[in-house]
């Protein structure tokens, strides 16, 4: 699975002609709540509308305009061989391709399938699963072409989408953090849910973003932002067995909404030199 650099990106040379840049949102295997995120925005997104020019985007306009368009917003996972031919296409028309939510960066929902019974799932599902064609393994978009950019999250937060959306218009740089969870808990003066209650957590290898939601409640971290930078999934597994977690119920828990990606630290990381 690849990733995109978070930061920095060079913004299209639209800007500096004046013009105020094409914006397409498109949609893959996902339930849509990245782009409603986007349609939450509300009074912020009035404002961008003014500086941007929506060309597509299916689930608030019936206005279609055809690309190249300057800045690509993709929701979603490759699912099916039609995804992977329609994602080329697009990555062919934008200049930037920033992908948006969990299922678009690590697969998501759907990639809870990879590696299981696929036509034992299709049976039982579907009325006629003759008529259902699927890849093997349900992708995120970075596996397919070359990303930009990705705001993480399941679903996105609003605020990294305005901020890269201030930083297109503006043409200043972006940063998204990369730290964990663990961090804006402290920054927040949020008690750490593991040490205070025995909660299971994922915050120690999930990169910051939603500012420490569930453990602002005392709920545990579930992941909804991937892996943070250089995770210690090893580390993690051992502090959860002292809670009483077994394998099986460790599993469950890596195994959410950024399962796949989580799954590429579970080696002991190298120890550095002496």
């Not at 929701?75 to 995804?83: F, L, R, W």
């Not at 393994?137 to 990303?147: L, M």
């Not at 937060?157 to 972006?174: E, F, G, K, P």
Request: charged share 20%; aromatic share 6%; proline share 8%.
């Amino acid at each position: 699975m690849q990733h995109a650099s978070p930061s920095p990106i060079v913004w299209p040379d639209s800007l500096d002609r004046g013009e105020p840049p094409s914006l397409a949102v498109w949609k893959f295997a996902s339930c849509d709540g990245c782009q409603l995120s986007l349609l939450d925005c509300e009074d912020e997104l009035l404002a961008v509308a003014g500086r941007v020019a929506i060309s597509y985007f299916p689930e608030a306009t019936t206005a279609m305009v055809s690309g190249p368009y300057d800045v690509s917003l993709v929701e979603g996972s490759i699912t099916t061989a039609h995804d992977a031919e329609r994602i080329r296409q697009i990555r062919r028309q934008s200049r930037l391709l920033v992908t948006i939510g969990a299922c678009a960066t690590a697969g998501g929902i759907q990639a809870l399938r990879n590696g299981r019974d696929v036509d034992g799932f299709r049976s039982i599902v579907y009325a006629h699963p003759e008529y259902i064609d699927l890849l093997a393994e349900s992708t995120p978009i970075a596996d397919h072409v070359p990303v930009d950019l990705e705001l993480r999250g399941c679903p996105i937060d609003r605020s990294q989408l305005l901020q890269t959306l201030a930083a297109l218009l503006d043409r200043h740089a972006l940063r998204l953090p990369t730290t964990s969870v663990c961090v804006d808990c402290k920054a927040r003066g949020t008690s750490c849910v593991m040490v205070a209650h025995g909660t299971p957590c994922l915050g120690p290898i999930t990169q910051a973003g939603c500012n420490a939601l569930c453990p602002s409640f005392h709920r545990g971290c579930y992941g909804c932002f991937g892996p943070m930078e250089s995770p210690n999934v090893p580390a993690l597994r051992t502090q959860l067995e002292l809670l009483g977690l077994d394998g099986a119920g460790i599993d469950r828990l890596l195994d959410t909404f950024n399962g796949p990606a989580f799954a590429e630290f579970e080696q002991e990381p190298e120890s550095g030199p002496p």
